[in-house]
Structure formats: structure tokens, C-alpha cells
């Protein structure tokens, strides 16, 4: 198989693809700004020939999901012609499914989906998206016109198909399946539901030959090189860029796939410019407002968990930079909904986890900030690709404190970065260095003081703003005991819930949230 890998220069190919229908085209052209970018419009839009499995392998922001959109619209298209050229459809007769398009989140899904619908404007192609989070009673009910195409997370696709959906029903059928983003989809421990639906899928061999599978992400061939002790101890084989693919072939059933692997310098951008400050862990808040003040624009900061994305939001509230957090926590409708104020605002603030990591294609994202080293290669890497997309330029600043920086040779390796080691980073680190290293990011020293006070006196505020919702969260915990107590709290509320403290302490003297 990787013998016969086929290279394709996604730069020759146009617009000018004579599988694609003209009506198709107008909507492409439009949906894609096409006027606005140079390098991208002769990229890759077009399909290569034939009905074959495409793993696609492409820096992030160079546009996959049209790569693999535009073969399935008009796949799709050119079948429903020759279908009612045909037969007249008949009434009642059920609309086939033809494509499931599958992504790691849902604010992927539904941005896929809205993509598509943009580029099928002219084509009357219907598109569903289905994700956990939001009610499954309406999904049903757009299910019931019959989509001919599915944009799904896993965990809400494969819930309808148990309850027995009707159109989800010809699964088996279908003519193209999408996994984008694979490599984290198939990552241990995620979607067992893939694992479910796969099988499914793959069930019936003739069926299966007649489906175009499409492959995709920006980090598929990346690999990581093995710690020494797994290399000699465990004598585990070192996993290159081939046996990773071979391995998805594997895991999902692809036959004989066509293997288009564009990426050069890990997966991101060639516009990205990559930097990085090195400090310690309490001097973070204080670069993080440095930026922000000093460079405006719409920008991205990436935490690792979702109680420093919480933190961070509360501190830079404090600092009055009106940031908005997005974390798997919060309601779906309010994730929808700051994402949407972000994309609105050309100043907005993002404090984000890995949610937003993979596939958010928001435009003009101007600075991506990783606050926390991130723990992986290929987090970095697509975390960094929020910015710098479809050929636009963006900036990327990796915060890394002490205990971050064995994470961050990692990823220095992986990566492979070529910049001279900084004196910087012998500072935290005794062992050797590998001779790769990001540029360190420059900071105006005096600039850099005159914020730091401002950041502390902010942090100090909100150390009292904690203890006040501690208090508040005590307080409200009363609440609820008095109510299953039968106790009725009325508007001496506060009072009342002193009181009933003092009298519960007795009972709870062993409790030690009961400090009020
Ligand atoms: N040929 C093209 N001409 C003009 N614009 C394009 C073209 N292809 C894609 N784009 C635009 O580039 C942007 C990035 O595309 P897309 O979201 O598909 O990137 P991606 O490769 O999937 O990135 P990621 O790896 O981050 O998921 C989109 O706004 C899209 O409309």
C-alpha cells in the first residue's frame, strides 16, 4: 500500500475540475471568498478521479472540508440526476441516505455542516446535523425530511440509530462516509460509539466496495518518537508515519486508499509565525495581559482544563478584557453562543480548552495563545492552527513554565523545529538540549512592569470573589438542606441561614464546609 502512495501537487489542481457541475462551482466560489485568496484558490478543490479511498493529510486551514465536500456534493448530485432522469420518485418512497460525514466535536459538526450547506446552495442537496448537547426530538424531525447527507458526532448519531430512526436505518448504504480529524477520533478512551458504528458499516463486503471513504486530517502522519526506556525495555517497534496510516487502514476497513500527504513542517501553516515566552507559573497572567493590551485583535488562548479556562476568564474579566470561555462544561447553547460573539468581535478574547482545538475555522483569528504547554504534538499544532488559515498570516506564543518543559522538548522534537537554542531555556532545564527550539517572543521590559501591577492587584480581587462564591455556594447548600428538611426559608433568608447553621453544627460538627 505505501509503496503506492500517490502524491498529488493539490497546487496544480483548479477550480476548472470538469467533474464538477457549473451550478456547483458558482456556490464554491462563493462560499470560499474566493476572490480574496490568492495561493488557495488553485488548491485542491478538486477531487481526485475515480471512485477510490482518499486519506488526506493537509496543514490546518487549507481547506479539507471542501477537499472531501466537493466529491461528495457532486457525487451526490450527479446519483439523484441519474435516479429521477430514471424513475419518477414516487410518493412516499423513503429519500436516500447518501453521505455521514463524521467530527470529533460539535461545534465541528455543525460548522461542517454549514459549510456544505453554503457550497450545495445550487445544488439541492439536503444536510442534517446531528450532536449531542441539543434536543434529539427536533434532530428527529429534520431526520424525518431525509437529509441526504449527515453531519454527526458519534455519541448522538449512534443513540438515534439504537432508538431505530427510519433514515438512519440505510446506513449501510451509503455512498461516502467522512472521518475528519481522524487520529483523534481513534484515539483510545474516545467514541466508542466509532468503534459500534464501523462495525456496522463494514458488516456487508459488497456494500462496503461501494463506498468512497475520505480520510482526513492535518496531523495523520505525524508521529512521536519513543521514550529510550520503551525503545530498549518494552523492544516496541518505533511507529513511523507508515505504520500509523497503515494502522487506521486497519482499524476502519479502507481499501486500497489513495494517499494525498501535503503536510510539511509537522501540519502547520507555512503563514504561522511561532514563538514562545519562557517564565514562571505566576508570571503567566502577566504576559497574557502584556499581549492583550499591547496587541489587540481577535485572539485565541488555549488552557489545558477547564478550571483554568474558569480562572482565566475570571481574572481577565477582572482586567476588563471581556473574555468569553468555551469548555465541554458549559451548556451546548451557551458554547454556541460565545463562539458566535467571537466570530463577531475583531477584538474578542477566547479562553478556550482543546474543545476549540481541532477544525474551528474562525476567520481572522489574529493570535493564538497556548497558556499552558499543550500536552500533546498534535494539540499544538491544531491549537496553532486556529490562526494563520486559508493563507493568511497569524502569530502563535507558547507560555512555558518550568514544569512544562520536558513536555515542550517533546513537541520541539516531533516537530522538529529549527531555530538556535536560547539561553532562555538552559535557565529551567539542566539535561541536554536538542539543538530546536522556537523563537523567543519579544517583550518591552518597561511595558511588561507597568501591567504586572495592575495583573496582581486583579488577582488579589479575585481571590476575595472566591471566597465570596465559596461562601455564597455554602450558603446555597443550607439552602437546599432546609428545604429537604421541610424548613421553609423565606425572605429572612440570610438570617435564617445563619441560624439554622449554628443549630446544625452540633450535627455536622465533623464537616468542614460548614464554616460560615
Ligand atoms: N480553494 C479555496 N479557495 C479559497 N478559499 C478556500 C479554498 N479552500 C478552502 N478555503 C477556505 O479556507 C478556510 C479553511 O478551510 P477548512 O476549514 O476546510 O480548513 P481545514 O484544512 O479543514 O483546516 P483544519 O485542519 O484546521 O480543520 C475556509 O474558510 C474555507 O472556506
Same mark, same amino acid.
Given at each position: 500500500m505505501v509503496e503506492n502512495q500517490v502524491k498529488i501537487n493539490?497546487?496544480?489542481?483548479?477550480?476548472?475540475?470538469?467533474?464538477?457541475?457549473s451550478r456547483g462551482l458558482v456556490a464554491v466560489e462563493e462560499c470560499t471568498d474566493y476572490n480574496l485568496i490568492g495561493d488557495l484558490?488553485?488548491?485542491?478543490?478538486k477531487p481526485p478521479k475515480g471512485r477510490r479511498d482518499i486519506i488526506g493529510a493537509a496543514e490546518t486551514g487549507s481547506g479539507k472540508t471542501l477537499a472531501f465536500g466537493l466529491p461528495i456534493l457532486t457525487g451526490i448530485y450527479n446519483e439523484k440526476s441519474m435516479i429521477f432522469d430514471d424513475v419518477p420518485a414516487q410518493a412516499g418512497s423513503r429519500k436516500p441516505l447518501y453521505a455521514l460525514i463524521l467530527t470529533p466535536t460539535r461545534e465541528l459538526a455543525i460548522q461542517v455542516k454549514n459549510h456544505l450547506t453554503a457550497a450545495a446552495k445550487f445544488l439541492d442537496v439536503n444536510i442534517a446535523v446531528l450532536v449531542g448537547g441539543m434536543a434529539a426530538v427536533k434532530q428527529e424531525r429534520i431526520l424525518s425530511k431525509g437529509p441526504e447527507i449527515v453531519v454527526a458526532t458519534p455519541g448522538r448519531l449512534w443513540e438515534l440509530i439504537q432508538q431505530g430512526n427510519s433514515h438512519l436505518?440505510?446506513?449501510?448504504?451509503?455512498?461516502f462516509l467522512v472521518i475528519d480529524e481522524t487520529d483523534r477520533m481513534l484515539e483510545r478512551g474516545h467514541f466508542e460509539e466509532l468503534q459500534d458504528l464501523l462495525e456496522r458499516l463494514n458488516l456487508d463486503e459488497s456494500k462496503k466496495k461501494t463506498r468512497q471513504n475520505f480520510v482526513f486530517s492535518a496531523t495523520l502522519t505525524l508521529v512521536h518518537d519513543l521514550p529510550k526506556y520503551l525503545k530498549t525495555k518494552m523492544k516496541k517497534s518505533e511507529m513511523t508515519s507508515q505504520r500509523k496510516l497503515q494502522k487506521i487502514i486497519d482499524v476502519l476497513g479502507v481499501t486500497d486508499p489513495k494517499i494525498v500527504d501535503v503536510t510539511?513542517?509537522?501540519?502547520? %501553516?507555512?503563514t504561522l509565525t511561532e514563538s514562545r515566552i519562557t517564565c514562571g507559573i505566576e508570571e503567566k497572567d502577566h504576559y497574557i495581559y502584556y499581549f492583550l493590551r499591547k496587541y489587540p485583535g481577535r485572539t485565541l488562548i488555549f488552557c489545558n482544563s477547564i478550571g483554568c479556562v474558569r480562572r482565566l476568564t475570571n481574572l481577565l474579566g477582572i482586567l476588563e478584557c471581556r473574555p468569553l470561555p468555551l469548555h465541554a462544561a458549559m451548556q451546548q447553547k451557551q458554547r454556541l453562543k460565545n463562539l458566535e460573539r467571537f466570530r463577531d468581535n475583531e477584538g474578542g478574547i477566547l479562553v478556550a480548552t482543546d474543545?476549540?482545538?481541532?477544525?474551528l475555522d474562525i476567520p481572522k483569528v489574529d493570535h493564538v495563545i497556548h497558556y499552558q504547554t499543550p500536552r500533546t504534538s498534535e494539540s499544538y499544532v491544531h491549537r496553532s492552527g486556529?490562526?494563520?488559515?486559508? %493563507?493568511q498570516q497569524g502569530i502563535t506564543i507558547l507560555l512555558i513554565e518550568p514544569s512544562e518543559m520536558q513536555n515542550y522538548i517533546k513537541l520541539c522534537k516531533t516537530l522538529s523545529k529549527s531555530s538556535i537554542v536560547n539561553s532562555c531555556f538552559r535557565k529551567f532545564c539542566n539535561c541536554p538540549i536538542p539543538g530546536e527550539d522556537l523563537p523567543v517572543f519579544p517583550v518591552d521590559d518597561s511595558y511588561l512592569k507597568a501591567v504586572k501591577e495592575r495583573v496582581n492587584l486583579a488577582r488579589e480581587l479575585d481571590k476575595l470573589e472566591l471566597e465570596v462564591r465559596k461562601g455564597n455556594s455554602e450558603v446555597g447548600w443550607l439552602q437546599k438542606t432546609a428545604e429537604e428538611m421541610d424548613i421553609i426559608v423565606d425572605d429572612l433568608y440570610p438570617l435564617c441561614c445563619c441560624l439554622f447553621s449554628y443549630c446544625c453544627i452540633e450535627f455536622f460538627n465533623n464537616n468542614q464546609h460548614f464554616k460560615i
Open positions: 493539490w497546487k496544480s489542481l483548479t477550480f476548472d475540475d470538469p467533474d464538477l457541475t484558490k488553485t488548491t485542491h478543490a436505518s440505510q446506513i449501510n448504504n451509503i455512498k510539511q513542517g509537522g501540519g502547520t %501553516s507555512k474543545v476549540a482545538a481541532r477544525g486556529r490562526t494563520a488559515r486559508a %493563507s
